[in-house]
């Protein structure tokens, strides 16, 4: 019997440099995947999707396929690995031609009802590009272009922020639908959420993101982090440090408890934070957000330090390696599904 295949597709729009909602929502799960030599890893680079919102800024996309990769590598991932593979989306044209099937698979109205896409939507604007109305359906193209066979044992994973979840249920049902109006072409996708599936940004609001300007940069300096903690959002109704608070609805506190490597502590700190005072021990915002600098400082020292080192590295050599890889695996998966729907014709392409 042969060997399982399992695979990992996941990535991120090449729209700027990465965030700490990034880090815990995604790459901290990336981190762990890459560790299981038995478990290929695709990590794209999605500067195709980039362009569903910044098509009026080509050169951002250009140089972010940079940024995200020395991000990638100061927090630790492997392209060098056997495993491991770093993918820049725009150089996989047989992708592009799965999209082009998957679309007629998709019905309009599973696009229009996503939920993600209409939370997106309100900062997108009221007159979407074409491709962003469909980016789901070339999402779900990134991920089954590497799709090992529709077997038992097979896997194909998919480590995400919950903000993807509704496009990876529409993926699989895709998948699903396909495999059963064609041919078994498909593994149907499976998502992985971790212990923080959506981080919120340093204003309060549901999710950081760099669009909305209320992020904490991977790549930001201990004194541009120290300013954004220092001006970050609280429980707006504590006066006084004795005033009873509301740790849960307090960002400093979420990121205490993504990134504080006491979590004892931190549970006594709320505990006193939602009394006002124990014992006659209180404790002040602006002490909690002095110890959450240190904190995020003290984890970001050692990524800065590698990315420092890494800016050497040859990027074209890096995703060579992975996109070619990636390459002759979606070479074959788009013949399977070009058979599968009566298009293969592979003779009349003979050069
Ligand atoms: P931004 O909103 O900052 O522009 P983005 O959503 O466009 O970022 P993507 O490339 O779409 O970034 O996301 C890459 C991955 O990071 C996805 O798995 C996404 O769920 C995750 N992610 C992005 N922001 C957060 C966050 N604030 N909390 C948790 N996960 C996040
Ligand atoms: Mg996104």
């Not at 740790?247 to 004892?264: G, K, Q, R, S």
Request: charged share 25%; proline share 6%.
């Amino acid at each position: 019997m042969s060997e399982a295949v399992r695979r990992v597709l996941t990535g991120m729009r090449t729209t700027g440099a990465l965030h700490l909602g990034h880090y815990v929502g995604a790459l901290t799960l990336w981190l762990e995947a890459q560790k299981d030599p038995n478990l290929e890893c695709f990590f794209l680079l999605a500067d195709l999707q980039a362009l569903t919102t910044h098509a009026d800024r080509p050169e951002l996309i250009r140089d972010s396929v940079r940024q995200v990769t020395l991000d990638w590598m100061a927090v630790g991932l492997e392209y060098w690995k056997p495993n491991v593979n770093f993918v820049l989306q725009s150089q996989v044209p047989a992708r592009g031609m799965l999209f082009h099937l998957l679309s007629n698979v998709v019905r309009w109205s599973e696009v229009e009802r996503n939920p993600t896409i209409k939370e997106e939507l309100k900062s997108v604007g009221g007159n979407p590009s074409a491709g962003f109305m469909v980016y789901v359906v070339d999402q779900a193209a990134d991920i089954y272009m590497v799709s090992p066979p529709n077997k038992s044992g097979n896997q194909l994973l998919v480590p995400v922020g919950a903000d993807q979840l509704p496009h990876l249920n529409d993926a699989r049902m895709w998948a699903r639908r396909f495999n059963r109006d064609y041919a078994p072409v498909f593994r149907p996708c499976e998502g992985q959420v971790g212990k923080v599936g959506r981080l919120v940004g340093t204003d309060g609001d549901s999710k950081m993101s760099k669009s909305l300007g209320n992020a904490i940069m991977l790549s930001d300096t201990p004194e541009v982090v120290t300013e954004k903690v220092m001006g970050m959002f609280t429980d707006p109704n504590r006066i006084h440090r004795t005033s009873p608070g509301d740790p849960e609805n307090n960002p400093v506190f979420t990121y205490l408890d993504a990134f504080d490597p006491d979590p004892e502590q931190i549970q006594e700190f709320k505990s006193i934070y939602r009394a006002g005072e124990i014992n006659g021990v209180s404790i002040g915002d602006v002490e909690l957000k002095r110890r959450l600098a240190s904190v995020l400082n003290d984890f970001l020292n050692p990524i800065r330090e590698k990315r420092h080192e890494v800016v050497r590295y040859d990027l074209e050599g890096i995703l060579q390696k992975g996109t070619a890889r990636a390459n002759g695996i979606a070479n074959e998966v788009l013949d399977r599904a070009m058979e599968a729907m009566h298009l293969g014709f592979k003779g009349v392409n003979k050069q």
